[in-house]
């Protein structure tokens, strides 16, 4: 089996995307090689609040045991509780050029909208990789927007074992199969995005069942009146087939084909969103009423995270040419 990451970093609210591009997919082939985090490190490189940081780390943990994660099947932690995170990072910064950190997409969006940007948000990717070859990582389940960070990922595993001698698996992004980009409702050209979207472009996870309702009923369409599936010239009603492709597992082609009006179609996205998120929002209300058994969760991951994690930071301490203790 490969084995297979992610990581969910403790900002904003998680929302459909989330759950369609990363949740879901690794929540459904999970077992023994099944790696999955809370990237709360990641949380600090722009702006934050402490608070909401360490209140969004357990929500999201929460959530994603309420969304069908087993911690007895597969692992599962909070990254900063494994402090060999950070020790891998500064070994792989020693093998990043600064170039090619500057040059990734996301640093240069994110850090155009910083007046101060943090060093860190320059070296987040590196983190990144830190987290991925950490645990012989195989694939990465990731959406679009984090293709060219696993891509980094595996240049530095391929340089460090190059020069250093075979330390790390190798990784590669992999990609869910339907609605990989989840767009924003009211802003269709842009996707739904936990940083930027609006409270009403963004399907919330723990929304309640109304408001979901309400915000996909709202969403912007296009000016047309026939339902087709071209992302291009209407993206709104594409992004609406996609949602309900992802929701019932068909083909938004297909589905374009079943609907006369946009209202009938937004009834049905409603319908499907519902049935999909309703379970979720039920069973953490329900695990959130025990926050002291998630910490728990968390505490035994983390410590069985640090014995593997442990043996890929040795290797790596070796080979790079530090004295043993
Ligand atoms: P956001 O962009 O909402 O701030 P992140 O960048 O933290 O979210 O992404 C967390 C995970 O969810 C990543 O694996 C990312 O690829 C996936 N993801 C985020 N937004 C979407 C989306 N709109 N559609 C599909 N997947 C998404
Ligand atoms: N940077 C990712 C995000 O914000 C989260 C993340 C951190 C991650 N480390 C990772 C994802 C390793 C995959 C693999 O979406």
């Known amino acids: 089996m490969p084995r297979r990451l992610t990581g969910f970093t403790p900002s904003g609210h998680l929302h459909l995307g989330n759950y369609f591009g990363a949740m879901r997919p690794i929540i459904g082939a999970q077992g023994a090689d099944t790696v999955v985090f809370i990237s709360d490190l990641h949380a600090l490189t722009l702006d934050h609040d402490p608070a909401d940081v360490r209140q969004r780390t357990l929500e999201f943990a929460t959530l994603l045991l309420a969304a069908g994660l087993d911690p007895d099947a597969c ?3 909070v ?7 950070t020790e ?13 950190a500057q040059r990734m997409i996301q640093f240069k969006e994110k850090s155009r909208r910083q007046e101060h940007i943090r060093m860190s948000l320059l070296t987040y990717p590196i983190l990144m990789a830190a ?3 950490l645990y012989d990582t195989d694939e990465v389940p990731v959406g679009e927007d984090q293709r060219q960070h696993v891509e980094l990922a595996r240049d530095v595993a391929i340089r460090f074992n190059t020069r250093y001698g075979a330390t790390f698996t190798v990784p590669r992004a992999v990609n869910p199969p339907v609605a990989a980009r989840v767009m924003d409702l009211s802003a269709p050209t842009d996707k739904m995005s936990k940083s930027t979207s609006s409270a009403a472009g963004a399907l919330r996870l723990l929304d309640e069942p109304d408001q979901l309702r309400r915000k996909i009923m709202r969403a912007v369409t296009d000016a047309g009146t026939t339902v087709t599936y071209d992302p291009e010239h209407s993206p709104g009603v594409a992004n609406l087939l996609d949602i309900l492709a992802g929701c019932t597992d068909a083909d938004p082609r297909e589905l374009a084909t079943k609907f006369e009006r946009y209202g009938e179609l937004k009834a049905a996205v409603a319908d499907a969103v519902v049935d999909t998120l309703a379970p979720v929002r039920a069973r953490y ?6 926050p002291d058994h998630v910490r728990e969760v968390l505490r035994a991951g983390a410590a069985r995270a640090r014995v593997r994690a442990g043996e890929t930071v040795g290797r790596a301490r070796s080979a790079i040419g530090l004295l043993p203790t």
């Not at 209300?285 to 025990?290: S, V």
């Open 75 to 77: 692992q599962f932690m």
């Open 79 to 85: 990254q900063s509780h494994v402090p060999e995170h």
């Open 88 to 100: 891998l990072h500064y070994l792989l910064e020693c093998v990043t050029g600064y170039g090619e």
């Open 131 to 133: 987290d991925i070859l």
């Open 285 to 290: 209300l329900e695990l959130a009423a025990r």
